[in-house]
């Protein structure tokens, strides 16, 4: 059983940054594949990013590439997300979520344990 507590929301302007964190109970965290996910208002929920148990493999949406970064810290139990020039198209609650199965070479859905997000505002 591993539980998530996403931080880190905000209000930002276009143009800035975030750095969302996600903290996970339990003491076989680096069993876990994690990733980042976002949904705003009336749209489904989209895979963001995701990355490997060790954080040398990731995977990156599109619509972040160049701008998002995710790495983790096992030692801290800890994946961040870490946002640079940010848009309104950004706007969303963000979530971390972790599968054992999951390494961080695709997006994934199905992933076994979620947070409960955290609210990204990026106003124009």
């Known amino acids: 059983q591993v539980q998530l507590a996403e931080s880190g929301g905000g209000l930002v302007q276009a143009g800035g940054s975030l750095r969302l964190s996600c903290a996970a109970s339990g003491r076989t965290f680096d069993s876990y594949g994690m990733g980042w996910f976002r949904q705003a208002p009336g749209k489904e929920r989209e895979f963001v990013a995701g990355i490997n148990q060790s954080g040398d493999n990731t995977n990156y949406a599109d619509s972040v590439k160049g701008r998002f970064t995710i790495s983790r810290v096992n030692a801290e139990n800890t994946v961040y997300l870490q946002m640079n020039n940010l848009k309104p198209e950004d706007t969303a609650v963000y979530y971390c979520?972790?599968?054992?199965?999951?390494?961080?070479?695709?997006?994934?859905?199905?992933?076994?344990?979620w947070g409960k997000g955290t609210l990204v505002t990026v106003s124009s």
């Open positions: 979520a972790a599968d054992r199965y999951y390494y961080g070479d695709r997006p994934f859905y199905g992933m076994d344990y």
